[in-house]
């Protein structure tokens, strides 16, 4: 019970452990801004679209949101290369990030958008405007006020999940982690920084959401 | 020539007939009160003029387009057939210059300078020019539904369809609305009205229609249908709302 901490003997890491964490934010930001394009259309095609395109969303989305992510990972990294398509480990991250989150997504904006008033579409076809223009111009902007907080906190557990990428060897914080940890052994030190380093991103990118809504939805 | 023509429409939710075959003929300029219990097809007769509802049988042509063909073009149609709802249904995230603008930017591509132009004449038109800014839930219900007539009138309708407009309202709300619709009405617009306010059927409408299970059982000029209904329906019903 006398263990000594040595943060210093990370130091000489410092590089490998910032260039993870980069990593991880730019994985982050990328697979936010695609999977919730993802999450957009998909559930624009399981309320508005034809049926068939809403059974197609709703079987992509079931299949992942029952299945575990890491399971999807290696799907796409070590089972599809099986299929003639090989991705580097960052494509293969990248990849199933946006997948999951689209589908995670999909579900959420769905609910918003079945939270808006029948009147408010009714209202927008009377004014002769058609499907699509009532869903971009009424819907989807009150869909996402409703919904912003519950695709934020989606957005945290997708970030903090994103450390599964180190198991295909994606270069993120976590993988950076266990690399140092396997050249010094300083376990005790290496993930504590980087829970610490999760724990700090977690809460910036909460706040940073709380302003963006706040900037984006001021009105009303 | 009838602006609006109804013809035998039939229509049914599941077993559930509503319409079971409404005819009428509403001409350019008629204020036409539809008036009758609820369940007795008013406000579905109403949705099927602007394509909202579908409807099995029958024919309805509303300003030359038959409304229920396979490949009607239901945009055009309501670009002269303007509709406002009980529930007022303005956009909670625009403002009332916003919402009134929304449409002839989106459908009629016309400026956004123009457009507001517009609006501002529209919402003067309804007392509101001093709200022009002001979003939906920063205005009184009265106000609401006010901006919801102008957000209609905005597109130069021929026909404005009113789906009980005033029953959503606090009591000492409701004439300012009534005071706008018939400010329309003396400016000539075809309105039609599915309402509950008998007095303002009888002062304001040039027809008074009331429906029983789902066929007009009575129709004419509403002082002299109120001064003396000829159906034991009509008799019963005007003396349990007047």
């Known amino acids: 019970m006398s263990y000594k901490l040595q943060f210093a003997e990370l130091l000489p890491y410092w590089n490998v452990l910032l260039q993870g964490l980069i990593f991880t934010i730019v994985l982050t930001v990328v697979s936010t801004v695609a999977g919730i394009a993802v999450g957009t259309a998909g559930a624009s095609a399981r309320t508005f679209g034809p049926v068939w395109l809403g059974r197609i969303v709703a079987v992509y989305v079931e299949l992942i949101r029952n299945t575990p992510f890491i399971v999807q990972l290696f799907f796409i990294f070590f089972g599809l290369p099986a299929l003639g398509l090989k991705l580097s480990e960052t494509t293969a991250a990248f990849l199933a990030m946006v997948i999951n989150l689209g589908a995670y997504s999909t579900e959420i904006i769905r609910a918003g958008i079945e939270a808006v008033p029948k009147g408010h579409i009714e209202a927008g076809l009377s004014l002769a405007m058609t499907k699509w223009e009532v869903l971009r111009r009424i819907v989807l902007n009150q869909a996402f006020r409703k919904i912003y907080p519950a695709l934020s906190s989606q957005i945290i557990i997708v970030m903090l999940g994103s450390a599964v990428v180190s198991q295909i060897s994606a270069e993120d914080l976590t993988y950076a982690a266990n690399f140092v940890a396997s050249r010094n052994f300083r376990n005790f030190e290496v993930y504590l920084l980087a829970a610490l380093a999760y724990l700090v991103l977690a809460m910036l990118t909460r706040s940073l959401l709380r302003a963006l809504g706040r900037v984006i939805f001021k009105a009303r | 020539m009838s602006l609006v023509s109804i013809r035998d429409v039939r229509k049914s939710f599941g077993a559930n007939e509503v319409l079971k075959g409404v005819s009428l003929d509403i001409a350019k300029g008629d204020v036409v009160a539809i008036i009758g219990r609820s369940g007795s097809g008013k406000s579905t007769l109403l949705r099927c003029i602007n394509g909202l509802e579908t409807y099995q049988s029958g024919s309805i042509i509303a300003d030359g387009i038959e409304v229920g063909g396979a490949s009607t073009n239901l945009r055009e149609l309501r670009r002269h057939v303007g509709m406002v709802f009980q529930q007022f249904n303005l956009f909670p995230h625009l403002t009332a210059a916003e919402n009134v603008m929304l449409a002839p930017t989106v459908v009629n591509k016309v400026s956004k300078a123009e457009a507001r132009a517009t609006a501002a004449e529209v919402l003067a038109k309804v007392g509101l020019s001093e709200k022009m800014d002001a979003y939906p839930s920063e205005l009184s219900g009265g106000q609401q539904q006010r901006v919801a007539i102008a957000r209609s009138l905005a597109m130069r309708p ?33 309105l039609i009205l599915v309402t509950h306010e008998m007095r303002f059927a009888r002062d304001v409408g040039t027809k008074l229609v009331f429906m029983h299970h789902g066929k007009v059982h009575e129709e004419g000029v509403p002082k002299e249908v109120f001064a003396a209904p000829r159906t034991p329906e009509l008799q019963q019903f005007v003396g349990q709302v007047g």
């Not at chain 2, 407009?165 to 000539?188: C, F, K, M, Y």
């Open chain 2, 158 to 190: 021929k026909v404005l369809l009113c789906d009980e407009i005033t029953s959503a309202l606090d009591p000492e709300l409701v004439n300012e609305v009534l005071r706008v619709v018939e400010q329309l009405a003396r400016e000539g617009m075809t």
